[in-house]
């Protein structure tokens, strides 16, 4: 414990966050919350505002993703926390540690009708990992402790707390905890288990995510991948954890790699759909996790060491029995990835009238520097990204996760750029997907943080049009308005951007984008008959 400090629910909330490591507050008004803008105001706390709460909370969990310390979202009474709500369902399949403070309305007179008056615990309770009412002004310290604790302990995950309108405008004191996140030590006997199968493999491979960025475990992946010379794939906040071109670093040669390993290595990230259920056919799978509440319950793999990322493959690294050396599976991938690489690079030129999305990545990885931000939100204009885009340093990659939320794009640029004033931020967008949030191009204008927006606007909401169409032969409310002047709307709102329309415009038009200074919109227009070849949409 420090000192006692003294102050309203505000100024006491704030400070505890502050002593935990929160940076910045992102909120849209509203006087249930005021005291924690005076908290701010007085302190000289960074303090953002959206146009939609799910946009604050979507910042908060760029932040949280971004920084691995506390993302703070603060939403006024009633439809400020619903608003919130697909936003903290986000960082609840994100693991992200993000706490939500909501305004609420007064205690003492509960059931009288106040404004806004329900009880938002019971609403966000199955997707956060606390939960709870603050029913005193003294206890305010103590319960945001309790809640950032919670959100920090692996595996991570969003907390909610709401402050009635006389617990945040009441005066209190109390000391400031001092932070205490617990670390979990994996089971030895799990981990020498792990480290003895991969050794002893013919054909390993480790796919390596989130959570491998969020433990700060990138140094220790790729430790063990060399010590026993693995070679290593990643997704979402994992991708980048081994520099492009290192010896084992692999993003192309997947199927081929999962089609023929002998011992898979999941770390950091759950065995659902993205990874075929954690089904790769006659391999032993090993599946290592941040904390026992992720292993998986749908399947058996043959051992799932479960605590801190750090010790778990640190201890790998430092095996001493024997092992397989793994060079020439290595090499033999090698290959395969090269040929790959060969195909895509011809691809991302294709010089097609429509625009073809490829070849938007294959100008835009010309001007990207290695440690920009890239975010997508959106369908296939995303999976395209995912595809083309190689991220160079771990933790620059935002996508919506498994929960596959549209409308994160905006949110998570806020937060990007908050946390990187220097760095290229660049958000993907579907046309279909930019609907979502484009209002707040306003916020960022206002609040001087230029991102640069890149559009592919096919007229279509396309990851759901084609699939319907392959369904049942036609399509039903799939279809926007075709060659739409997003840039337009963002000039309206104080921004710049422009519409391109041929391939050879793309080069010059996402320069002056990163030139400008200011919110830019690239509007491309794309093929709408391009789909994006995937072999299941749903399960
Ligand atoms: C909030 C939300 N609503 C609906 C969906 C379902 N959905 C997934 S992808 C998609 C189409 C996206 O269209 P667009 O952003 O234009 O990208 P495109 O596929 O056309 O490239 C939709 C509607 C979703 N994932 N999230
Ligand atoms: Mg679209």
Known sequence: MTDTIEGHGGDLALATLSAYGATAMFTLSGGHVFPLFDAAHKTGFPLYDVRHEQSAVFAAEAVAKLTRRPGLAVLTAGPGVTNGVSGITSAFFNAAPVLVLGGRAPQFRWGSGSLQEMDHVPIVASITKHAST??????VPSAVATALTAALTPHRGPAFLDLPLEVIYGSGEAAIPTPNIPTIEPDPTDVAKAAALIAAAQQPV????????????IAELREAAEAMIVPVFANGMGRGALPPDHRLA???????????ADVVVIVGTP???RLSFGEFGDA???HIVDGPSQRATHITPACSPAGDLRLTLSQIASYTGDRVDHSEWVEELRAAEDA?????????LADSDPIKPARVYGELRNILAPDAVTIGDGGDFVSYAGKYLEPATPGSWLDPGPYGCLGTGLGYAMGARVTYPDRQICVLMGDGAAGFSLMDVESLVRQRLPVVMVVGNNGIWGLEKH???????????????????????VAALGGAGETVDK???LAGALRRAFDSGVPYLVNVLTDPADAYPRSANLA
């Open 503 to 505: 391939p050879g415009d």
């Open 206 to 217: 480790i796919i390596a995510g989130s959570d491998v960025y969020a433990s700060d475990a």
């Open 340 to 348: 790959a690489k060969t195909l895509d690079a011809e691809t991302m």
């Open 467 to 489: 699939p319907m169409r392959a369904m049942y032969g036609y399509d039903v409310v799939a279809d926007l308005q075709s060659n739409l002047a997003y840039d337009k709307v």
């Open 284 to 286: 032993q799978l090993i």
């Open 134 to 139: 603050i029913l005193a002004t003294d206890d």
């Open 250 to 260: 692999f993003a192309k040669a997947r199927r081929a790699a999962l089609g023929s």
């Open 271 to 273: 065995l659902d759909f």
